[in-house]
């Protein structure tokens, strides 16, 4: 039995076999070819270039009619690089004077051109590296030599071990398969870390090495509430996991009572306790959960879970689908939030040293009006079906602000000109996730219906840390004494600025931090629909008096830490039906 400790990002506990996916390229062994054998070598290497050859040549030209000539070329590159003379050249000579297989040829010659790329230090052609393996990986599966991940075809329930899962593997993960997942890499406000919660599949991310010594089949507990990874347990440890995952079971049974229950303090103080969802299914979840309405809608998943860009009527279709799904209550959808972890079909920014710091959020829309455009459309008409309101992510200037705001406002004209059924008067608000955007908030406060604090990248941008990065994910905590003092200052320009402030990072959905927050006169919270009967719990036993006194005291503590071990007493103290041995 071996136990590692990483980054809980997904509550809960799961027991089953693992799946260990091998991202960090191939292994393809060295079998050596009898020269009578190199012919059929080369017949081998022959059909599976040309299967290679016509599929990108297929993708080069579906993704021309969707994205433009330009990205369609990028398949046409790599499809001369596969017909490169020079390549096959090679590959003959290791085939027939070295006697190695077809596979193993591709594998050495490709990675070498690669590594080859790679030292040249020029991002342009280490970009090329990566279209280089790409043909690899492609040949080696035509050959046999590698199977595609297995994660498509599931028939029993699994634990995926992964070096890294991007917020889009995991958010094609088979529900009804996959229990739960761990990851070498990761922190705790990554989007896969967000996914995983959506998809309330418990998870930790963070482990450092480990999978190496892990085989598929292995039996692995993942404590997605402790961030423990218990490889091959013996079985009084399983058996207390069991137990705990029957307590946890118990607990959000009797937590499921509290559905028709308002989120209203002991003292008579209603909070809107709202869902944020990635996909309209979670709409189901949020309703039977009670959730006042959907306080952030992560519209770009709508582009990482599918295979082609979304077109206009797929953002229409789903925008509907959640509004109608909420009777009435309200939808925030938030405008597409790609760049940086979440990327989309086609290249939208290339070469990016810092992607956090770079062309993401509203900046990549902005300038990707044929990206925007369709979405901002979408969102109008869909409007006629309820309470839609949008929001702009990462809001940081003026200017984008209002170039956002234009942008609305010419595509309402352009609907108006068409004839197309659509509302434009619905309310327009804004993230607050960058220091910037709090420092100027007065200024912002002028021109938006409400302000919602995106606590994530708050956390980020005024600590200097990568949300996702395991080594500093200790640094990365939005109950640093800093980010307080930015969302007190918020809570204060809200109020006099009668704007309405709700809070929908992760945050809001740590019982504790929630409290905290109350005390600081937040009364708007959005959480996952998992989180809500926890938060509404906590809520319900508290008293608004009490959370102010709390926020008095945790304002004077100097560092993270310390704030997290009061607000943990406090939840004992308070909650105590919310801790599970
Ligand atoms: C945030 O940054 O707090 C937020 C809610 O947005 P996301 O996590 O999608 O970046
Ligand atoms: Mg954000």
Same mark, same amino acid.
């Given at each position: ?36 054998? +190199? ?51 090679? @590959? ?17 010659? @490709? ?118 990874? #218990? ?7 399983? =058996? ?90 309200? #939808? ?7 760049? =940086? ?29 044929? @990206? ?9 008409? +869909? ?34 000109? =068409? ?14 996730? #960058?220091?910037? =955007? ?14 919602? $604090?995106?606590?994530?990248?708050? +956390? ?26 930015? $969302? ?83 939840? +004992?103290?308070? #909650? ?6």
């Amino acid at each position: 039995m071996i136990e590692l400790q990483g980054i809980p990002v997904s509550p809960g506990v799961a027991i089953g076999p693992a799946l260990v996916l091998d991202t960090e390229g191939y292994r393809v062994p060295n079998i050596l070819v009898p020269a009578g054998e +190199a012919e059929g070598e080369f017949t081998r290497l022959y059909h599976a270039c040309k299967a290679v050859g016509s599929r990108l040549r297929e993708n080069q030209a579906s993704t021309s009619a969707a994205a433009g000539e330009d990205t369609g070329n990028i398949f046409a590159a790599q499809l001369q690089m596969l017909n490169d003379p020079r390549l096959h050249t090679e @590959l003959r000579r290791r085939i027939q004077n070295d006697h190695e297989s077809a596979a193993y040829a591709v594998n050495r010659v @490709l990675q070498n051109y690669a590594g080859a790329l790679r030292r040249l230090a020029n991002p342009l052609l280490a970009d090329r590296a990566e279209d280089v393996l790409d043909i690899e990986k492609q040949l080696l599966f035509e050959l046999g030599a590698v199977s595609r991940p297995p994660l498509a075809d599931l028939t029993e329930p699994t634990i995926v071990l992964a070096r890294t899962l991007t917020p889009s593997e995991t958010a094609n993960l088979d529900r009804d398969h996959v229990q739960g997942f761990c990851t070498e890499t990761g922190g705790s406000g990554g989007h896969t870390a967000i996914v995983a919660k959506g998809l309330e599949l418990p998870a930790v991310v963070g482990i450092g090495r480990f999978i190496d010594a892990v085989s598929n089949g292995t039996l692995i507990i993942v404590d997605g509430d402790r961030g423990r990874v #218990v490889v091959d347990p013996d079985e009084e440890t399983i =058996a207390s996991y069991r137990k705990r995952r029957k307590a946890r079971v118990s607990l959000s049974e009797r937590l499921a009572e509290l559905h028709e229950l308002p989120a209203e303090t002991a003292d008579g103080v209603r909070v809107r306790l709202s869902a944020n969802i990635e996909f309209p299914h979670e709409t189901k979840a949020a309703v039977a959960r009670g959730a006042d309405g959907i306080g952030l809608y992560r519209t770009e998943f709508l582009y990482l879970s599918s295979e082609e860009e979304p077109s206009e009527e797929d953002h229409y279709n789903a925008y509907s689908e959640v509004v109608r799904a909420m009777h009435g209550r309200p #939808v925030v959808i938030r405008t597409l939030d790609l760049g =940086a972890d979440k990327m989309g079909h086609r290249p939208l920014a290339e070469n990016e040293h810092n992607p956090c710091l770079g062309l993401r959020s509203i900046r990549l829309s902005l300038r990707n009006l044929d @990206l925007f455009r369709p979405q901002l459309r979408a969102i109008l008409r +869909a409007a006629v079906h309820g309470d839609i309101r949008v929001m702009f992510p990462l809001i940081t200037t003026i200017a984008e602000l209002r170039q956002a705001r234009m942008l609305l406002n010419l595509v309402a004209e352009d609907l108006k000109d =068409a004839d197309v059924p659509f509302r434009s008067d619905i309310p327009v608000g804004m993230m607050v996730e #960058v220091p910037a =955007a709090v420092i100027m908030l007065d200024m912002f406060a002028k021109e938006v219906d409400f302000l919602s $604090i995106g606590t994530n990248d708050l +956390a980020q941008y005024t600590l200097a840390v990568d949300r996702g990065n395991e080594y500093v994910a200790d640094l990365y905590q939005s109950s640093d004494p800093a980010v307080l003092r930015l $969302i007190q200052s918020c809570v204060k320009i809200s109020k006099s600025s009668d704007v309405p402030l709700s809070v929908c990072g992760e945050m809001s959905s740590m019982p504790g931090r929630a409290l905290l927050l109350l005390g600081l006169g937040v009364r708007s919270l959005s959480v996952p629909p998992s989180a809500i009967p926890t938060i509404k719990k906590t809520i319900r036993s508290v008293s608004i008096t009490r959370c102010e006194e709390i926020a008095k005291r945790a304002m004077t503590l100097e560092a993270a830490r310390e704030v997290d071990m009061y607000l943990l007493n406090q939840i +004992a103290e308070l #909650v105590p039906e919310l801790v599970v041995e």
